[in-house]
């Protein structure tokens, strides 16, 4: 095809599209006769001649000098701007805090030989319940039980030669003292034998559930060497960290509420036992240790707890997320008052996925629009969508402003 008929046609298609714009759009009109394009051929397409009229009585506002809100009556200027709104309600600052958290029972030992020796006995299985002082182990003890029998005898003697040489007359003050003086040693002796003897007995220093035992009869075990652990998992203690604007408000005493991981359908109730003296400077944290009631038996040592606390909280007017806009100044909404827009400063407080706290003059109940704000002005007329117009039936479909 040649080239002036491919312009020609490209033309062509290019008036009927502005042709069909003016007839659908009411404000193109206007616009084409701003950028230079005859008013009479704009008024030719216009099916209603809203268009050209309007055009036409701004051209005549410009070169009489009518006043400007003739020309924006007729060319549809105040016409109001259709908006979603919705009412202002009030949130809560800070009125929940969740972490994750460990727990541990409320008394853990690892119970080790006060001796070395060998291991002769094991009194107890893993996970038996046992109390404070029951024998768990036993090491051999024969070398403990001669010098105990030596201390006996020892002892006997020594007593004998005391009361001899209190009872006879033949004897000076200074032999009688040096032979109670030797009774003393015996009995001393005594007593230290059987203590020997005593920690050749590995017991249970607290009351608690055996775990699995880490060593076997005929086993070599010195003072260092771990023999079992033993837990009293009564109680469990939760420890977890929040941010520091908690510092202040979690307090000793406060309910807690706690999730296991492994039993999620189970809310376990406790309180917070004891609140760290210091925020850790490199997470900006506070370490929280929370005691949970286990007199079930449900949990164990060790397993992760997702802990939360409610706060009474400060209380912020809260409103739609869609409805804080920016500009030069900082963020603002637009409050809708008397059917008009008005531009209200906001502070942002906290963000949320469905609402946004803020710092304002805002109350309860106020209206903020949240859709079709492109088009808002400040003092601009404004019709809610689903609301009947106002008493002026004349008045021209509202201009639709999407967001």
Known sequence: MPLWKQLGLSLLL?????????????????????????????????????AGEGTQAQGQSRGKGQTAGQGQRQGGRNQPILIVTQPVTVGILNDRLSAIGDGEAIQAVTVMPQASGTITEILVSSG????????????????????????????????????????????SRLEVLDAQIALEQARLELTTAELNLKRRDIVAPIDGIIGIIGVSIGDNVTTSSNVVTLDNRSELLVDFWAPERFATAVKAGMAIKAISVSRPGDVFAGKVDAVDNRVDPASRTIRIRARIDNSNDLLRAGMSFNVTMQFPGDHYPAVNPLAVQWDGLGSFVWQIKDDKSVKTRVRIIQRNSDQVLVDSGLKEGDVVAIEGLQRVREGGGVQVAGQVAGSDKSAATPEVASQ
């Open 128 to 171: 038996e319940r046992v109390k404070k002082g029951q024998v768990v182990a036993k090491l051999d003890d024969d070398e403990q039980v001669i010098l105990r029998d030596l201390a006996k005898v020892g002892l006997r003697s020594a007593s004998e030669k005391s009361e001899s040489y209190r009872n006879l007359q033949s004897f």
């Open 14 to 50: 290019l008036f009927a599209g502005l042709c069909l714009w003016v007839y659908v759009s009411p404000q193109a009109g206007q616009t084409l006769v701003q950028m230079g394009v005859p008013q009479n051929l704009v008024a030719m397409v216009s099916s209603s001649g809203a």
